[in-house]
């Protein structure tokens, strides 16, 4: 080695040297792993703390384990500040279970609420079930009940419709009986006056009543038939009658029409005078409008100048018998 290699190894060895000994220096002033360690323990309870403070549920459910936390958190920053590692590792640790007992501690207690809760909702909904199908029970019932009774009713209706029918077809038959007995007895009496029974009622000519052409008087035969007439109405005093008059065709429509219900009040005038309630008798004239035979021949005519007297049922107004 010559003299100039020499001097540049000297030279070198004299700049390595300091560098050296500085990485040495700094390398003995840094922290150890185990101090680097300690303090990510004793922040990680520190966080976990703040973390569990920050959770209602465990301030409710878990105070006294929270609170326990607390202190531990407390001993390990103390440790930390002493710049204890040994206890820093072993303080945080404790109050990073701690805490996390705290929260399992509340976690459990609001699961136990919140089954609580459940089951309390699934009582109610198993109480509401039940009222309901009680409810719907009793309104089936209270249906069928009243059912059952819009039954009895509906049959006892029926019933009483039924007896109320075969009373009144029995009251009806015997009513028929009765129109049919008086009306073959009221036929045999007026059987002299050629009386016919019609829906309208009994309905007669009296014998042969016949009017001279333009006259309205009576002739000497229709005075009797007209007395006979007034006698059957006195034995019956229930029965009002209708006096129809008519006329042949000879002379003009309102000429006829006035002669027909003049001829009507001559004998309503008789059956008056003969004792007859004025207002049991009803008349009204109708002229040519209803013949009975031809008006082509003198007979024919003869036997339209007439009057019809209708003896109406019982209780049947003169007005519904009109003729149109």
Do not use: W
Request: proline share 2%; with cysteine; hydrophobic share 40%.
């Amino acid at each position: 080695m010559n003299r100039m290699t020499r001097s540049r190894i000297k030279r070198g060895m004299g700049i390595v040297l300091p560098l050296v000994l500085v990485v040495f220096f700094l390398a003995g002033c840094g922290p150890s792993q185990k101090e680097i360690m300690a303090k990510d323990q004793v922040e990680r309870a520190k966080q976990a703390f703040a973390q569990a403070k920050a959770n209602p549920n465990v301030e409710a459910y878990a105070p006294m384990q929270l609170q326990e936390a607390g202190i531990a958190v407390q001993a390990a920053e103390k440790a930390e500040k002493e710049e204890q590692t040994d206890d820093m590792l072993q303080l945080g640790y404790i109050a990073e279970r701690k805490i996390q007992y705290a929260v399992t501690v509340a976690d459990g207690k609001v699961a136990e609420r919140d089954i609580d809760k459940l089951n309390v909702e699934k009582a109610q909904m198993i109480a509401r079930k039940q009222t309901l199908e009680a409810g719907i029970a009793k309104g089936e019932a209270e249906k069928a009940q009243a059912a059952a009774a819009v039954e009895a009713t509906r049959a006892a209706k029926a019933k009483q419709e039924a007896e109320q029918a075969r009373l009144a077809a029995q009251a009806e038959t015997a009513k028929a009986a009765k129109a049919k007995a008086e009306a073959d007895q009221l036929m045999k009496e007026l059987a002299d006056l050629k009386a016919q029974q019609t829906e309208r009622g009994i309905v007669l000519t009296i014998g042969d009543v016949l009017f001279a052409t333009g006259k309205a008087d009576l002739s000497p035969d229709a005075y009797k038939s007209v007395a006979r007439l007034a006698e059957f109405l006195k034995k019956y005093p229930n029965r009002n009658v209708l006096i129809e008059g008519h006329t042949d065709s000879v002379g003009k429509d309102d000429y006829n029409l006035a002669l027909s219900q003049k001829r009507a009040d001559s004998v309503k005038a008789q059956l008056v005078g003969d004792g007859i309630e004025a207002g049991r008798i009803t008349t009204v004239g109708y002229g040519k409008k209803y013949p009975v035979a031809s008006n082509d021949t003198k007979a024919g005519k003869a036997q339209n100048r007439r009057v019809d007297v209708i003896i109406l049922n019982e209780g049947v107004d003169a007005g519904s018998q009109m003729r149109e």
